[in-house]
């Protein structure tokens, strides 16, 4: 009840470890609603930049972060000492796929024993991590259990999973719904009511399984209809249809149908990677989950499909792919953001290294790319650059790209996103995917 009454009147102090894409929207949510928080990273760059007051993700403003570091509400700091003077501990690490595209829990399993080294009577603990259902049971639990303290007396245990979408302007942690839960009724409660104290809208699940099998569920959502999209679209190249046509139609009807979109693969670390954590966690059930491993093939394959349609574009006019000069547009895996993770733009740069392709591109939020033993840098766009490159593919449709600007200065605009589709007037110009 003490520990209650102390969340109610945000007199409790919280740290969050990993302090990415995930860690510090969550931060600044806490540290504006009233809550002292510090952030908790291994990257020195990261924490010099918030206790300084400086932001290093692009839709965080220096300005938002200044002001509650100059308040005393936002610190950082690269090490764990006095962990245990912190009332709330929130895991935000990331959780990759390994090269045999295995859950890859290296950063989970460091920042528990951490929290275990220091884990003290009346800590909560909420792991926000997107990992397989089980995590917190089979993982998190045993290694704090093994300091003799009990989950739900001594300390509190839940998961949370994070729900952030970079770049969106319309939700954020505040109006997003989040969904909690804990590995006893004591912990839920806690938990419940430490995130309602700075999200509108908080629910409550029966177990962290379900809850973890929440936001699986939801990229998994996205993935396999994305995959649909894609094959779709392949087969509509093959019979002449225009599949942005088709998804533009079928949006009119209002009931029974969600558009999805093709594009050159899928990036960012959700969807990707979460549907890979059940797919794995599925085989411990003797279960398969084919349609997953289906739709993750069809997704990685579509870089490769990108390199076929660029070969077959520059074969019509009687130019090799070889030795060509192709310059790409966009490069991080979403519009209007600069995080290139998993981003489909890397694997296309690197194929077409193989291809000994001359390749150049442009990205308002990506400055610099390493893809092998070669650095890329950025261009800066002009009408003699793109007139001197064979193919100009757009992959990334970041919204400040004058595009009919760009094709009216390409020799062929290859459109991954149908970005150009009102240029009615540049049709000879553009081919679409």
Not at 101 to 113: C, H, Q, R, T
């Amino acid at each position: 009840m003490e520990l209650l009454k102390r969340i109610k009147d945000k007199n409790v102090s919280v740290a969050v470890i990993g302090m990415g894409y995930v860690g510090l929207p969550l931060m600044l949510r806490m540290a504006e609603s009233g809550f002292k928080v510090t952030g908790i990273d291994l990257d020195i760059n990261k924490v010099n930049a918030i206790n300084s007051g400086n932001s290093y993700i692009e839709y965080i403003t220096h300005e938002q972060i200044k002001y509650l570091v100059d308040s005393c509400r936002l610190s950082a700091q690269s090490n764990d000492d006095s962990l245990e003077k912190f009332d709330v501990l929130i895991i935000c690490v990331p959780t990759p796929i390994d090269i045999n595209k295995e859950p890859d829990l290296k950063y989970i399993n460091s920042a528990v024993e951490m929290v275990a080294g220091h884990l003290r009577n009346g800590q909560i603990i909420i792991l926000e991590s997107t990992t397989f259902p089980g995590t917190t049971e089979e993982i998190v639990l045993p290694v704090l259990s093994r300091t003799g303290m009990r989950a739900g007396k001594d300390f509190f245990l839940g998961f949370s999973p994070e729900r952030v979408d970079p770049g969106n302007k319309r939700y954020g942690i505040k109006n997003t719904p989040k969904i909690v839960s804990g590995v006893t009724e004591d912990c839920t409660d806690l938990i419940y009511t430490f995130y309602s104290q700075f999200i509108d809208n908080v629910y409550r699940v029966s177990c962290t399984k379900t809850a973890e099998m929440v936001k699986i569920l939801e990229n998994t959502f996205r993935s396999v209809n994305i995959a649909l999209v894609n094959q779709l679209s392949l087969l509509c190249h093959k019979m002449e249809i225009d599949i942005w046509e088709v998804i533009e139609a079928a949006s009119t009807k209002p009931f029974g149908f969600m558009p999805f979109y093709p594009g050159p693969g899928v990036g960012g670390h959700c969807i990707p990677v979460d549907p890979l954590y059940l797919s794995w966690k599925a085989k411990e059930y003797d279960f398969l989950l084919s349609l997953v491993e289906i739709a993750d093939n069809i997704n990685s394959n579509m870089p490769y499909v990108v390199i076929d349609r660029i070969e077959d574009i520059l074969n019509n006019v009687n130019k090799p792919l070889s030795y060509s000069k192709i310059m790409l547009l966009g490069v991080s895996y979403k519009q209007d953001i600069g995080d290139t993770r998993e981003s489909p733009a890397l694997k296309i740069i690197k194929l077409l290294q193989q291809k000994n392709c001359q390749v150049i591109y442009h990205d308002p939020y990506i400055g610099e790319v390493d893809i092998g033993n070669h650095k890329y840098f950025s261009q800066q766009l002009s009408g003699q650059l793109l007139s001197s490159c064979d193919c100009t593919v757009l992959l990334t449709p970041h919204s400040n790209y004058d595009y009919e600007w760009i094709v009216k200065n390409s020799n062929i605009f290859f459109d991954t996103r149908n970005a150009t589709n009102q240029l009615k007037k540049y049709k000879s110009k553009i081919i679409k995917l």
